[in-house]
Nanobody
């Protein structure tokens, strides 16, 4: 059974930094895209950043220049370094990955359980 486990959320003051991690485990053949989404109260889930299997990246305009996504393929892990955090970054952050499980060898979408990020003084 493939699963994604996130860590690194918490409470931080405006202007501060946090680093989120998400590790995939289970019977994994390969992982294609990995990314982070967020959902604030009363709002729809939105894409924050994605990193392709090739290593290319894409960011939401609201986080460009402040957030950096990276991955460690040997550890099946994706990271989100968040700097210069603002109150409007407050949300539950979800990890997402397109994974080929060994059992099916078919691209399957997986989500983490979410981690709360609160930016407040």
């Amino acid at each position: 059974q493939v699963q994604l486990v996130e860590s690194g959320g918490g409470l931080v003051q405006p202007g501060g930094s946090l680093r989120l991690s998400c590790s995939a485990s289970g019977s994994i053949f390969s992982i294609n895209n990995m990314g982070w989404y967020r959902q604030a109260p009363g709002k729809q889930r939105e894409l924050v950043a994605v990193i392709m299997g090739s290593g290319s990246t894409n960011y939401a305009n609201s986080v460009k220049g402040r957030f950096t996504i990276s991955r460690d393929n040997a550890k099946n892990t994706v990271y989100l370094q968040m700097n210069s955090l603002k109150p409007e970054d407050t949300a539950v952050y979800y990890c997402h990955a397109d994974i080929y499980p060994i059992e099916t060898m078919a691209a399957t979408s997986y989500w983490g359980q979410g981690t709360q990020v609160t930016v407040s003084s």
